[in-house]
């Protein structure tokens, strides 16, 4: 949990928390790999591996490390500016976290990221109210579901984000 402390009436951050940064069109999701290769939790908003909001990547880290990611990793990023405090812009916690829940929500188009997956291969739910769930990968007219079977002669199918499913 970051702490928080007064310096001066402005409040100051001490800890890791998101902040907003733009980076090369096209570039988005490499950067957000290679960011959490270096360690730093990042956020790339996208689905079917195609960037949702040109140029941008959230970094979470303190404000120092997410300086070293840019000045001495060479990470090609920029971050956004809170013209007010005139420090680097940070996203508040629940914010972010409720962006991403609403963006994970999406099963009109499967999710932030469409995984690879067979049909007919063993799966685990790996979100939303049938998390833990395991059965079988199955398509039909353009919908992913997860099919459970019970002692071999019955079955049971549900609609799943195949985003939310990893083979097992």
Do not use: H
Not at 89 to 112: H, N, Y
Not at 125 to 144: A, C, H, M, W, Y
């Amino acid at each position: 949990m970051a702490k928080v402390t007064e310096n001066k009436s402005l409040l100051v951050r001490q800890g890791p928390c998101w902040y907003a940064a733009r980076t090369r069109f096209g570039a988005e999701l490499a950067v957000g790999e290679r960011i959490g290769r270096l360690g730093v939790e990042s956020f790339v908003p996208a689905e079917r591996r195609r960037a949702l909001i040109p140029c941008m990547v959230f970094v979470r880290a303190t404000k120092e490390r997410a300086c070293e990611l840019a000045n001495v990793d060479g990470v090609p990023v920029k971050y956004l500016i809170d013209p007010a405090r005139r420090s680097l812009m940070v996203v508040p916690d629940k914010q972010m976290e409720d962006f991403r829940r609403v963006l994970d929500l999406s099963t009109e188009e499967g999710g932030l990221l469409d995984r690879p997956l067979t049909l007919g291969a063993r799966v685990r739910v790996i979100k939303g109210v049938l998390s833990g769930v395991e059965g079988r990968v199955l398509e039909l007219r353009g919908r992913t579901y997860v099919v459970v079977e019970l002692f071999g002669s019955w079955f049971a199918k549900a609609s799943v984000p195949r985003a939310w499913l990893e083979a097992i």
